[in-house]
């Protein structure tokens, strides 16, 4: 199979501005339309709209309002992130395209989460699923991003690439030996 000639740019550039504008087109509807706090019913008992604010990250954690300190961590956190995974898409010679799409959607969630932390010392968070009294924490477009993404690259990483994988490869027939009669 032939190795890729050149970085797989648009798989990375594209998906990644469209995560980061739908994340914010989203996230700009949620804070026109919801009060803080409100929650509008879309699917009765499994799924709401709401308009919650995270000041930390996953499950609340660092989300304190006297912990300055910890919106100087996110940040400096998600800006090193995004340097490396740049840097990984940059170095890769020869990644499947499910690795590079994982990349772009995990880059472009962390970039729309800076840009809420940057512009508003927070996060918009919107999506509430639920079953009865059990919430999944509220995430928003940009957290859905980068976990697809994450699995995606996992499972890449973990089963090898799902393009060039050793189950897609027709099997190399050996050529038989000529026997020399003396």
Known sequence: MPKRSGHNYPL???PALFIVALDQVSKIAVLKS???HESVPIIKGFFNLVHVRNRGMAFGFLNRPDLDFGFWVLVSAT???IVLLLFWFHTMKDESNWITLG????????LG??????RLHEVVDFLDFYVGSYHWPAFNVADAAITVGAVMVGLSLFFGSWEKGPHLQPAQKEKPQKSIKT
Do not use: E, K, T, Y
């Not at 989460?113 to 940057?118: A, E, G, Q, T």
């Open 79 to 81: 800006i090193l992130a």
């Open 34 to 36: 919801l009060d803080i």
């Open 113 to 118: 989460n800076l840009i809420d932390r940057l």
């Open 103 to 110: 990349l772009s959607l995990i880059l472009g969630g962390a």
């Open 12 to 14: 990375i550039i594209w």
